[in-house]
């Protein structure tokens, strides 16, 4: 009777064993399963304009464990027909990722809600740099105040404390004709013209336009859009900078 018990709890261990080791198996395999991205061979510069070639890129492997929603941003290197040969939006050093958002393609058309509208207003070109604006940030616009002269020593006019107001900020729709991220813009090699017109979304209601933009188009009106300058915002949703 002893011998059976003893065969019994013998086979009993064999058994858990082996769970035991299938189950530590499982758990290595899982900690060894690994998700290939799209990176930039370590040996590589490609500067902003130049096609992607398949000879700059290699597969970035990283434990699937680690991944978390990295490949909601980086391009997996599965997709690497879809990379191959887009020009790059930017320069690129070895050891970088290449990211989805740097390839959004430029939206056909402006989206606005039902109640928006895009007002363009021109801005002092001497003073606005495009570059540093894309569809999306918000600006403040610097305007004369009714009647102040802007030119220096100007008979009458007030100290500089007082000659100027801020009135926004507002979200920027559009610069010139492009209503997309300048990076994308240039890799697509669209031609950009009216850059010193900014169009900024505003809302409407039954009236027509609403708030701060009534102030701000007289103003544009009053200074015939002369000496018109801006103040950046940082994009809040901005999450990687280059």
């Not at 930039?40 to 490609?46: E, L, M, Y």
């Not at 909601?72 to 997709?79: A, E, G, P, Q």
């Not at 690129?92 to 895009?118: A, I, M, Q």
């Not at 540093?132 to 020593?153: A, I, M, N, R």
Request: aromatic share 6%.
């Amino acid at each position: 009777m002893k011998g059976m018990q003893g065969l019994l709890i013998a086979g009993f261990l064999a058994v858990l064993g082996s769970l035991l080791n299938w189950l530590y198996l499982q758990s290595k395999a899982k900690n060894l399963e690994m998700v290939a991205f799209v990176g930039v061979r370590g040996d590589s510069k490609i500067k902003a304009g130049q096609p992607l070639k398949k000879s700059d890129l290699i597969a970035v492997k990283i434990p699937a464990k680690n991944v978390g929603r990295l490949q909601d941003f980086v391009y997996l290197y599965r997709d690497l027909a879809t990379v191959i040969g887009t020009r790059a939006t930017r320069n690129y050093e070895g050891g970088e990722f290449v990211y989805r958002s740097d390839y959004r393609t430029p939206p056909p058309s402006l989206k606005l809600k039902s109640n928006e509208r895009l007002v363009p207003i021109p801005v002092n070109s001497k003073t606005f740099i495009p570059d540093l604006v894309d569809p999306g940030d918000s600006v403040t616009f610097v305007v004369p105040k009714p009647g102040v002269q802007t030119s220096p020593g100007g008979k009458n006019a007030p100290s500089t404390a007082t000659q100027f107001e801020l009135i926004g900020p507002f979200v920027v729709g559009s610069i010139g004709n492009r209503i997309g991220s300048k990076r994308v813009t240039r890799a697509t090699r669209t031609a950009q013209v009216q850059q010193r017109v900014i169009g900024i979304v505003v809302e409407i209601d039954g009236e027509g336009l609403k708030g701060k933009i009534n102030t701000l188009l007289n103003r544009v009106q009053s200074s015939s859009g002369q000496g018109i300058s801006i103040i950046y915002h940082k994009r809040e949703s901005e999450k990687r900078t280059k």
